[in-house]
């Protein structure tokens, strides 16, 4: 009977010292997990926080990305050029994707998706560099053949030109990880088109 109170009294002991010490870690980590959540960024689950780089970036290449999906939907019934056509449907399938992902990120950050202009005018957002204007935009529209293909081509690079531009600033000055990933991404795959597109103009 001795030895088994005495086994039973370590027990209690050693419950009652654990319970302390879950108290006062638990205490500890209290104070630590305010210190780590105060500051609001950094949170996003390895990805970092955004910055207004990342919201401008994102909010005039939907705009940008936008134009030049209409630019390629023309390709399929006006252009004379199996190569043309081609790449038009190759722009199209790259940047549809990305106009869905940067309104994502838009929307999980609290902001605005801009808004589609189709029937409103083709000047989405002029302020961005390698915009067409109304009146390319109806010039295009109002060819056919080869007129058109080499209307689309030269029109095209300068719009990819100004899509690397922004990219460019995306990378130098925006936060969020995955917007200058894509950034990057846009610069790679469409410096490579405007090489491509160039030879097919008989440009070196």
Same mark, same amino acid.
Request: hydrophobic share 40%; aromatic share 4%.
């Given at each position: ?26 205490? /500890?980590?209290? %104070? ?7 500051? %609001?960024?950094?949170?996003?689950? /390895?990805? %970092? ?21 209409? &630019? ?12 043309? +056509?081609?790449?038009?449907? +190759?722009?199209? /399938? ?26 409103? %005018? ?8 390698? &915009? ?44 969020? +990880? ?21 030879? &097919?103009?008989?440009?070196?």
């Amino acid at each position: 009977m001795t030895a088994q109170r005495r086994f039973v009294r370590r027990t209690v002991l050693a419950v009652t010292a654990s319970v302390a010490a879950l108290t006062l870690a638990a205490c /500890g980590n209290d %104070g630590d997990s305010k210190a780590s959540s105060g500051t %609001g960024t950094g949170t996003e689950t /390895g990805t %970092g926080g955004h910055n207004a780089a990342d919201v401008s970036f994102s909010k005039e290449m939907i705009q940008h990305h936008r134009q030049a999906v209409e &630019m390629a939907g023309l390709a399929a019934d006006q252009a004379s050029s199996t190569q043309v +056509k081609s790449l038009a449907t +190759k722009i199209k /399938g790259a940047q549809d994707p990305e106009i869905m992902t940067m309104s994502g990120w838009l929307t999980s950050w609290g902001e605005k998706v801009p808004q589609a202009m189709s029937g409103m %005018g083709h000047d989405m957002s002029s302020s961005a560099p390698g &915009m067409m204007s109304d009146a390319d935009m109806g010039k295009l529209e109002k060819a056919s053949g080869t007129e058109f293909d080499s209307m689309f081509l030269n029109m095209m690079v300068e719009h990819h030109k100004g899509a690397i531009d922004m990219a460019k600033t995306e990378k130098a000055d925006g936060k969020y +990880k995955p917007a200058t990933g894509l950034a990057a991404d846009v610069i790679t795959a469409q410096s490579a088109e405007i090489t491509q597109m160039n030879k &097919m103009l008989g440009k070196s």
